[in-house]
């Protein structure tokens, strides 16, 4: 599979952005539910998904009932295996595959899965980064794949169960690479899928796709991929190439912090346009906007619904780019973007506070680092209800 191609088409799909040709030969490509969220279909067998296909075929759970009695499916392979180590290694693979799955209904919250996507996305950035040492790296790793699984969510054994060796997962009790694990999980169901007849309904050759994506996805997770990138909106440029250049916008910040905080400024001064014209859609009837029809159609269809959603998205990433890479190694950067928006009470509150709620990062960067927010008594007066409620 062209993982690539896929998340270009999974943030198209999940901000209703124009989407791009689809290639034929795909095996498989997002589709919708009637309900909006979407997932990856197989074209030979619609009615299957790329993540759930794997849910019937779920290990029995060993920690319900009497004591288990059963040996893992790949007891052969892996002798050091047992059914504890297989349930998480399985939730594991459901984590990895449901990483491009887009939900609409409540599976988990909004927060979460922007921690889980945005974590991933990191995780694809850190090799390529030249402005952080080695040491720098292996935090933030450490950091973005705790979160990743943390906002999935997974119970702790899962949480805790892997470490890095190098740029290799390691499922760390076991010692089992989980590239190992999964290229013998999907290899034994290829091999005996007509066993299985019951519960598997895609091909064997499907299974074999499903194995070359899970690699891919893992791949990133472990920092040996070429980094992923969101997709480009010309409004939208400056931001986005920031997103999409962590060594740029570490650069620029190091080099022009006020440059940086001006391309906050202007994709703020968007939001706080569409507040504005929400505000005021009900304005009196009788008040002659003729003169301004040209622009007020351009500012509706600006801030339309899948602009606005996309729009946000990029702030919250750019915002949560500076926590993870300026304010993870040095919380004393907050003063300058307090400072430079300072001037302006409501757009600062707006940001400070944003920053603050929209992940849990900074949440665990302060306990992490036993940072007192009593020392920044500059920042605190912009927390909203919300960051107050969190944090004082």
Partial sequence: MKLHTLYNDYNRMKFSLPLEPVDGDMMMAFDQYEDDSAALFFADHPEETFSGWIVRLRPKDPYYGSKPDWKPVLAETFEQLNVYDEMILYYLLFTINSTLSINTHNTYSDMNDVMKKYSFLQLSHLHDITCLNAAQKHSLRDFFFFIYLYAHPVNDETLYACSFDQQRLIHTKTGIPLKDYFIAHYNHYTTHRDEFAEHIVISAEEIQACKALTLELLQVIEGRSPKLIIPSIKSLEPAIQLINDVDGMLKLYKDDPAAFCQIIRDLLADVMMDVTFDTNADADAHTDTTANTDSLRDVTESASENFRSYRDYCFTVLLQNYASYILFFDFNEIRVLT??????????????????????????????????????????????????????
């Fill in 339 to 392: 400072d430079a928006f300072q001037d302006n009470p409501k757009e600062c509150s707006f940001i400070i506070s944003k920053l603050f709620t929209d992940t849990i990062f900074l949440q665990k960067i302060i306990r992490q680092q036993n940072i007192d927010l009593n020392e920044y008594p500059e920042v605190t007066p912009f927390f909203n209800e919300q960051a107050r409620e969190w944090f004082l």
